[in-house]
């Protein structure tokens, strides 16, 4: 499921109060992106497949960053790279920019990095976005075969020496161009269920016109949950059996998933930016609950999350 972020006419002024530390992020605007849900296949990568490239046709001049859709593993140092299309055997050739780098999440989610230098290519042709993977088991970047807006995408596996296997898969990635900063910050404290507090994060770069995704992770397994999106309220107001840290002006109700190693629920919820200079500031905050017959009061939630969009 995605969604669009609300107007912001629909939501109450911006706060003046501060939410603590908010460091400012490299932000990114997105360029191009397939089969750009939250479904995944039951698959898992890692050695001996540890590269995976994904074929795409530039349509952007720069290139500054990349997601795929992964996690379900402990955090491990990853790293996506552009390389060029070789014309004689169509695998992945030369290195394009300089890599980006970054440590996994636990939740199955979309995440990636930031090239360590852009790469600059050509509008109209074609290259790889290519996926190094540390470790085991974790969670591959191909769509469910059974979401109905699925794009196949020429996927290469290979070993980190070559590439042995080509598919048409509906592979999951996003591309982005350079863009000015935006804000994240996390804040609050949880409340305890059986896996102990769960936890709140936000994965990419608030920008206009491009995603961002609210992940829960030590969540109770295949319970539902729910999603408040507000604005953030820095000091928290405590009501008895849980202490709100985002304002209720929306909720949405998710079904956590299963995960593994270690084993807990989570979620990821994608919201995409719309591209109007009205989003410009507003401090878009988020706030997961989970019905937990473990915790107390049978209700677990996280501390909040504030997105602040440039």
């Known amino acids: 499921m995605r969604c669009r972020i609300p107007n912001r ?53 720069q290139l500054a960053a ?35 780098s970054w440590q996994t999440l636990h939740t199955r989610s979309w995440q990636g990095a930031v090239f360590a230098q852009p790469a600059n290519v050509a509008v109209g042709q074609d290259y790889f ?7 085991m088991f974790h969670q591959h970047s191909v769509s469910n075969a059974n979401e109905p807006s699925n794009v196949q995408v020429e ?35 949880g409340k305890a269920g059986q896996y102990g507090a769960p936890t709140i994060a936000l994965s990419g770069w608030p920008a206009l016109g491009s995603p961002i995704d609210v992940l829960l992770d030590g969540a109770a397994r295949l319970t539902p949950a729910v999603l408040v999106i507000g604005t953030p309220i820095p000091t928290g107001v405590p009501l008895g059996w849980v202490t709100a840290w985002t304002t209720p002006d929306v909720l949405l109700t998710v079904t956590t998933r299963a995960q593994s190693n270690p084993t807990s629920g989570g979620w990821c919820q994608t919201f995409f930016v719309p591209n109007t200079p009205a989003a410009v500031g507003f401090p878009l905050s988020f706030q ?11 209700f677990s939630h996280t501390g909040g999350a504030t997105a602040v969009v440039n």
């Open 9 to 61: 006419s629909c939501l109450p002024g911006v706060l003046a109060a501060s939410c603590g530390l908010i460091a400012p992020l490299p932000a990114q605007q997105l360029a191009l992106a397939r089969n750009d849900n939250v479904t995944y296949s039951n698959l898992a990568v890692g050695w001996p497949a540890s590269s995976i490239a994904f074929r795409f046709t530039a349509n952007a001049p």
């Open 66 to 100: 990349a997601q795929v859709f992964t996690g379900n593993q402990p955090p491990a140092a990853h790293t996506l790279e552009i390389r060029t299309r070789h014309p004689v055997t169509g695998a992945p050739d030369q290195l394009v920019g300089q890599p980006g």
């Open 129 to 135: 976005l290519v996926w190094r993977v540390t470790g």
């Open 155 to 189: 996927v290469q596996i290979g070993d980190g020496v070559s590439w042995n296997n080509i598919a048409q898969l509906p592979g999951k990635f996003r591309l982005f161009r350079a863009y000015a900063a935006g804000t994240t910050t996390t804040y609050g404290a």
């Open 288 to 298: 997961y609950g989970v019905f937990d017959p473990l915790a107390a009061d049978g």
